[in-house]
């Protein structure tokens, strides 16, 4: 199984990206789709998550600007980010939770996108 994740770059404070991150190989199915980020010189922390069934939980930080979204058919998960601001510059990564690959479950992670908000 991989995650491909792609749609960082750079960004003027106020714009707006979409990440997406799409998972392939002999997959089952899905749990939880997550995006964590990596601001440099720092911990990687959970921006947003999505079950299965579609409940979502975002970070404080980025709650009202950030909407994270899935295509389960499609095995991808997708992370609007609108009024983006400087300290949203990170290293974005993908993970899946409780991926199912025949009869055992396991976590994988995407190899992260860099998103830069600066003028």
């Known amino acids: 199984v991989q995650l491909q994740a792609s749609g960082g770059g750079l960004v003027d404070p106020g714009g707006s990206l979409r990440l997406s991150c799409a998972a392939s190989g002999s997959i089952f199915s899905i749990d939880t789709m997550n995006w964590y980020r990596q601001p440099p010189g720092k911990q990687r922390e959970l921006v947003a998550a999505i079950t299965s069934g579609g409940s979502t939980n975002y970070a404080d930080s980025v709650k009202g600007r950030f909407t994270i979204s899935r295509d389960s058919a499609k095995n991808t998960v997708y992370l609007q980010m609108n009024s983006l601001k400087a300290e949203d510059t990170a290293v974005y990564y993908c993970?899946?939770?409780?991926?199912?690959?025949?009869?055992?479950?396991?976590?994988?992670w995407g190899q992260g996108t860099l998103v830069t908000v600066s003028s």
């Open positions: 993970k899946a939770e409780r991926v199912r690959v025949g009869l055992r479950k396991y976590d994988f």
